[in-house]
């Protein structure tokens, strides 16, 4: 069996004819992750005896010591761990060299086996990490809450559902995941919304009596019932003789109101004019009018509930024309307002189970409201910032209270305000981790108990931890490695681990794009919004079983089994299924088993009107191997159109002809040909455009396989490793929240060890993440 | 008769007399809010900035015009904008350097949108240490944003993406944000028309149920005290990569308080509120969500709510497909058209689409009388994408609509043609000195555009 160097030399000595450029995708594909040696002796041998002279024949020329074009010189780091360094500007460099853009072609022409030897020496020199001598653990950023991980903890916290939180803006994703501490941010929109969830939070939780209505009521006179009899002028509206204007307010509730009419009159005849004021046939108030100009009268009323006639009459009209007297009345504007009166007290059915929970003193008795105050706020403000509150807040938080109860709102409402304080406060926003610097080589701080059981919850139930784990936080149980192990196993029982399916599973295998892709309704009619969410339910509940039955995770890969109904295996074509419900399926026997031969998986990796084997097999290469292929290059030349015919296998060959394409595709295009018998909508089918499918492919280092079973082998034999240790840094990536770093490598091969004894059971995945340095203790950027 | 107006009630006054008395008597009353009623004299009416993106670059040959001038052929992209021909100068020749690899490898489309408000050249990660620019409807909010209630809106139909690897080694936050506030703060958009005109006009239109204020209302701002005193405790303990994320927090607190302290000062009732119904959310047919989006961003304008305004049509390299115009390719798939004609009469059927919804806009902006013109005459609207031929993914010769009058700034009506490689910061650049900024440079400008008055 040839050893993987001797494969890689192969696969680049073949290339050789096709140019350098070409050595890309074959490094990639060879040149996985280094071995991290922690002797020093062998990497300063490396580095001397055959990275130095490599360097010397080929890039010192131009970038040595005398003569550093671009600024760039490779030759100021001397030694194995200056190199080490300064990785960033080594991984740069090794990048190209990768893409072939250095040595340049005019100058001493590299071949591909020395090319390679060269990445693989930067790469293990510049990655080298010490696991001996307490790695670097690394630092994520200051975490907020995500928009699910807000919802459910309030819910937890509080036992309200905070819907209108779908409506806060996305959260960007980085790293494939949406929990990424450097990625999200706070605008203020969202800082909005926080608000005025917090209000109305507080409101559901406790429940007070709502305020009281108020009721405003305006009209100009001219618009009144009768106007029109009388003349109007500029929004005025004057009765020269006896007349009668009507309003019909609509009032909600029985109170006292206040009217206020604004109105003016020509003046005369001894007396001022004079208004009556009824209520249907009750007259509640005469009113002097002694002003030319309009002024604004107020009088007290009190109205039922219910639609009324309100009418203003001019009654004391008056005329001398002799004397040029003559009594007039101006009407301008009616306005009433008025407040409920108060209820003030809520009955006991009205009132939510978290409101008892959370005011479990109240004031009364030889208990003060301070003293209540203060009980409940520690407890309210401890749980919501995930650790005990301190002296200094729960003082802070009960002033705040104090402040309300002064101003006349009752011990809830206070209590209300304080909860609305809690909800928007950066302890409750944001996963807090006290600073704890530290060197390198020298032991690295833990996270407190606290902290770590954040962590711990936020990762398994995208929740905060509950009580039983707080309160082995508090009993710093959490180091004991068997209670510890106790506890995750049930946390993954628990129900609430369907967020570890519904948050890391749908983003790893981006099943979240499945909302957006549209397939060709001519083509695919089978397909509709109905089977789109089935088809996600059917790989999160797969996920699930493996997860919650223990599996060896490359079960993922290669279950016999699924999870269907009715319409789904009808959809599928798969007999036997009956009813709505979800159940386990049995394969056995059928082209089908595992992840990748799931319609979820298959119809993301597919465009609307056709399969694409270029993204199943970036998909296989980023999610599964996690050996992202390198971007595409923007001008990607023209095709021969005339020769564009055939099954889509025979076309993209045609592409792949193309030497500047072949290189990444001789990687990708296989893998996705090897699916090629599941349509853009994932069903099984034997014929393309009338043409047999051909689902055999060949990979650079030669492996042949032909359809779907041989690529499973492949995966799930050859590349085993490879997919377990992909699955633990994305996982791990979502468990701490930050990208997995060059420094982790220690952690991983650790996790990769245990699981590699135990069988890749999915347990030992998570309990090995939970226990590594970079999860429970904290270090620095680099 | 004399009126004295100290006498009168406010609501008095514009109920009974209508508009008989001129507004500025009112100290109370920001005359901003009512622009579309009488403007009171000698005020001119504000000058406005927008600007649209849409992705994946146009198909150029149907898009840029032959000729160069007043006088000029609507390709047949632009042609759904014939009635607005007077209202629109086509821009040829602006570049955006800063989109470029500059050998950072693939990822121009989140290059694109990170660079189309900003004209940096973003840092390439998938997370640790992003780092943008500063956009410049930031900057102009920053300058003049405390005229209005809102300093700047952001808008768009879709939300941040939310799956997997977004553009070639590129954090989504690259190609779901446009506008920047800092470096690495970006301003998310609102995707809900219902949200937008809610947040425009809570409390203030007839529909609302009257009612005193619960207890939580009356404390918000004693809230939002009590919470920076919190986080600025907090931010002294912490390292300078979490002081980042706690001085976001702060800067979003502080801006909340002041519009709540400033919704208050400005007393705002009913009146000023157009009549307009209420949307009642997220319409699923894209056509219809983006005329709605366009209502609100007229509205929001027409309010003065704010002056500045971003939005965003989709994200960067958008695969969305558009069965309804007979496209069942997604957009970007079709857009790589390896000079295919098929593939670039479909792509030009989608930039067609999208110029539509621009004339919507347009339209609705024109028919808003506004002092002694209109709404669009007070407006300066940029339209347009970070790439121009998408199979080629060049950042240069892009397209781009400069729409509007700018209150009488702009010579519309006119196809303009700059040297290639023209920054289009120039473009930025003359927009804020428009706005009354404070600038000598923006992004990579290198000199205020010219011909555009």
Not at chain 1, 115 to 132: F, G, P, Q, W
Not at chain 1, 526 to 542: G, P, V
Request: hydrophobic content about 35%; overall charge neutral; proline content about 6%.
């Amino acid at each position: 069996m040839p050893s993987l160097d001797d494969i890689c030399r192969i696969a680049a000595g073949s290339l050789h004819s096709l140019g350098r450029s070409l050595a890309a995708m074959a490094m990639l594909w060879c040149v996985t992750t280094g071995q991290a040696t922690a002797d020093d002796a062998a990497r300063r041998a490396a580095f001397e005896d055959q990275l130095l002279p490599l360097l010397r024949t080929y890039c010192f020329d131009c970038h040595g010591e005398a003569d550093a074009v671009g600024g760039i010189s490779l030759a100021k780091d001397r030694t194995a761990d200056e190199l080490r360094k300064n990785r960033r500007f080594w991984l740069s460099a090794m990048q190209q060299v990768q893409l072939g853009a250095m040595p340049p072609a005019d100058g001493d022409s590299i071949d591909p086996a020395t090319a390679t030897r060269m990445v693989k020496l930067i790469d293990s020199l510049a990655n080298a990490v010490d696991c001996v001598q307490h790695p670097n653990p690394g630092r994520v950023t200051l975490r907020r809450l995500n928009r699910i991980e807000y919802r459910n903890t309030v819910r937890d916290l509080l036992g309200v559902d905070y819907k209108p939180s779908e409506g806060f803006p996305g959260d960007d994703v980085g790293y494939g995941f949406d929990n990424i501490g450097d990625v999200l941010s706070l605008p203020p929109l969202l800082m909005e919304k926080y608000l005025t969830a917090a209000e109305a939070i507080a409101g559901e939780a406790i429940r007070t009596p709502p305020p009281p209505r108020l009721f405003y009521f305006d009209k100009r006179a001219v618009d009144a019932i009768d106007a029109d009899k009388y003349s109007k002028r500029d929004g005025r509206l004057t009765m020269s003789s006896h007349g009668t204007v009507t309003v019909q307010p609509e009032v909600p509730f029985l109170g006292t109101f206040t009217l206020r009419l604004t109105a003016g009159g020509s003046q005369g005849g001894g007396e001022p004019v004079r208004v009556q004021i009824k209520v249907g046939d009750r007259e509640v108030a005469i009113l002097d009018v002694p002003s030319e100009d309009p002024e604004e009268h107020e009088v007290e009323l009190r109205l039922p509930r219910g639609k009324r006639d309100l009418s203003f009459s001019f009654i004391n009209d008056f005329y001398d024309p002799k004397n040029k007297i003559d009594r007039n009345l101006d009407l301008y504007h009616i306005h009433i307002m008025g407040t409920e009166r108060r209820q003030t007290v809520l009955s006991k059915s009205d009132l939510p189970p978290s409101h008892d929970a959370i005011l479990f003193v109240q004031p009364g008795g030889n208990v003060s409201p301070e003293q209540a105050t203060s009980q409940v706020v520690s407890r309210l403000a401890s749980r919501a910032f995930r650790r005990p509150a301190t002296a200094e807040e729960v003082k802070r938080l009960s002033q705040l209270a104090a402040m309300v109860r002064g101003d006349g709102g009752t011990f809830e409402e206070s209590i209300q305000v304080v909860l609305q304080t809690v909800l928007v406060s950066p302890h409750f926003l944001f996963k807090v981790e006290q600073p704890r610097p530290s060197r390198a080589g020298e032991p690295r701080p833990p996270v407190s108990q606290y902290e770590l059981a954040t962590r711990i919850s936020y990762f398994l139930w995208s929740s905060m931890p509950d009580d039983e784990l707080l309160l082995m936080a508090h009993r710093n149980q959490l180091s004991d490695r068997k209670r510890l192990r106790q506890k995750i196993a049930s946390m993954l029982s628990d129900r609430r681990s369907n967020a570890l399916v519904e948050n890391f599973a749908s983003q790893w295998l981006q099943l979240r794009n499945l909302e957006a892709v549209d397939p060709d309704r001519r083509q695919f009619p089978t397909f509709d919004d109905q089977i789109r969410q089935l088809m996600q339910r059917e790989t999160l509940t797969f996920f699930a079983a493996v997860m919650r039955q223990n599996q060896p995770v490359t079960t993922l890969l290669d279950g016999e089994f699924t999870f269907l109904n009715e319409k789904l295996a009808k959809f599928y074509q798969i007999p036997g299924v009956r009813g709505d419900e979800f159940r386990e399926v049995s394969l056995t026997g059928t082209p089908r088993a595992g992840l990748l031969t799931q319609g979820s998986v298959l119809t993301v990796t597919s465009n609307p009107t056709r399969t694409s084997p270029v993204k199943r097999g970036k998909w296989i290469l980023d999610n599964l191997l996690n050996m992202p292929p390198p971007p595409a290059p923007p001008n990607v030349p023209e095709l021969n159109k005339e020769t564009l015919t055939g099954t889509l296998r025979e076309r993209m060959e045609q592409h792949r002809a193309n030497p500047s394409c072949a290189a990444c595709h001789k990687v990708m295009d296989p893998l996705g040909f090897a699916l090629e018998n599941f349509d853009a909508v994932g069903r099984w089918r034997t014929l393309d455009g009338g043409t047999p499918i051909d689902a055999s492919g060949e990979l650079p280092d030669g492996s042949r396989f032909s359809g779907i079973e041989d690529l499973r082998q492949l995966l799930t034999q050859q590349r085993r490793d490879q997919f377990v240790r992909c699955l633990i840094e994305k996982m791990m990536t979502y468990a701490i929240g930050r990208g997995v770093e060059y420094y982790d490598r220690c952690a991983v091969d650790e996790i990769f060890a245990q699981m590699q004894s135990k069988n890749h059971r999915f347990a030992y995945l998570v309990a090995g993440i939970i226990e590594s340095d970079p999860f429970q203790k904290q270090g620095e950027r680099e | 008769m004399a009126i004295q107006p100290q006498q009168l009630s406010r609501r008095t006054v514009l109920r009974g007399l209508g508009t008989a008395i001129s507004l500025p008597f009112l100290d109370a009353m920001l005359p901003t809010r009512l622009l579309t009623a009488a403007a009171p004299d000698g005020t001119a009416a504000p000058l406005r900035m927008a600007f649209l993106y849409v992705p994946n670059g146009m198909h150029m040959p149907a898009w840029t015009p032959r000729q160069e001038g007043a006088r000029y052929d609507l390709p047949a992209t632009l042609q759904v904008l014939a009635k607005h021909q007077s209202n629109i100068n086509v821009l040829s020749g602006l570049t955006l350097d800063g989109a470029a690899a500059h050998g950072d490898g693939g990822g121009d489309h989140a290059r694109s949108v990170a660079a189309f408000l900003t004209g940096s050249h973003p840092r390439k990660t998938d997370g640790s240490d992003i780092q943008n620019g500063v956009s410049v409807d930031q900057i102009a909010a920053q300058q003049i944003g405390g005229k209005t209630p809102f300093a700047s809106l952001e808008l768009g139909l879709e939300a941040s993406s939310q799956a997997g690897r977004c553009d070639s080694g590129y954090s989504c936050v690259y190609t779901s944000n446009m506008s920047w506030r800092s470096p690495t703060s970006p301003m998310a958009k609102e995707v809900d028309p219902a949200a937008v005109f809610q947040r425009l006009f809570a409390g203030q239109t007839k529909t609302e149920n009257a009612r005193a204020k619960s207890v939580r209302e009356k404390y918000r701002k004693s809230i939002l005290d009590f919470v920076q005193e919190d986080a600025q405790q907090l931010s002294r303990k912490l390292g300078a990569t979490d002081k980042r994320k706690v001085d976001e927090y702060l800067y979003a607190v502080r801006d909340v308080e002041k519009r709540l302290v400033g919704a208050e000062k400005l007393h705002l009732t009913e009146e000023g509120v157009p009549d307009y119904p209420r949307p009642a959310g997220v319409p699923k047919e894209m056509g219809k969500h983006a005329e709605l989006m366009l209502d609100m961003t007229t509205l929001a304008l027409q309010t003065d709510s704010t002056r500045v305004l971003s939005f965003m049509f989709t994200n960067a390299g958008s695969n969305r497909s558009y069965p309804d115009l007979g496209v069942s390719d997604g957009h970007h798939e079709v857009s790589h058209h390896g000079k295919s004609e098929e593939k670039q009469a479909k792509i030009a059927k989608i930039n067609r689409f999208h110029a539509e919804k621009f004339a919507y806009l347009l339209d609705r902006m024109s028919r808003v009388a506004e002092g002694d013109g209109t709404l669009l005459d007070h407006c300066m609207v940029v339209y347009g994408s970070g790439i121009s031929d998408g199979d080629r993914h060049n950042h240069d010769d892009l397209p781009i609509l400069l729409a509007g009058k700018g209150g009488g700034r702009i010579e519309s009506g006119r196809h303009i043609r700059y040297k290639n490689g023209t920054p289009l910061c120039n473009l930025y650049l003359w927009m804020l000195q428009q706005m009354g900024a404070n600038v000598d440079h923006f992004g990579d400008s290198n000199g205020v555009l010219d011909k555009l008055s």
